[in-house]
């Protein structure tokens, strides 16, 4: 199993920036993408950036261009750098790890998420 505990998270203005922290303990399988999501009040969770395997990234069109994500595999960390940011982006932060368990099957693992309030 994986224990995720995210940590970077706060309050800052808008236009401001923030770094998400992701760090990662225990095994699995094999992992095929890291991720962040995150959820405003009164809305569903949703995918904000992800990392597969391979190298390739997803970002979401709200973000692109202002967040970036990306992995420190000796830390076995994943980060989010978060620039210019917005109200919108008020909302919890969610990490997750997505990958084939010990006993072969495919699980999401979650952190238990870290709130960023944008707002002057």
């Known amino acids: 199993q994986v224990q995720l505990v995210e940590s970077g998270g706060g309050l800052v203005q808008p236009g401001g920036s923030l770094r998400l922290s992701c760090a990662a303990s225990?095994?699995?399988?094999?992992?095929?993408?890291r991720g962040w999501y995150r959820q405003a009040p009164g809305k569903q969770r949703e995918l904000v950036a992800t990392?597969?395997?391979?190298?390739?990234?997803n970002v979401a069109d709200s973000v692109k261009g202002r967040f970036t994500i990306s992995t420190d595999n000796a830390k076995n960390t994943v980060y989010l750098q978060m620039n210019n940011l917005k109200p919108e982006d008020t909302a919890v932060y969610y990490c997750?790890?997505?990958?084939?368990?010990?006993?072969?099957?495919?699980?999401?693992?979650w952190g238990q998420g870290t709130q960023v309030t944008v707002s002057s």
């Open positions: 997750n790890v997505y990958g084939r368990t010990w006993s072969g099957g495919l699980k999401d693992f």
């Open positions: 225990g095994s699995i399988f094999s992992i095929n993408a």
């Open positions: 990392i597969h395997s391979g190298g390739t990234t």
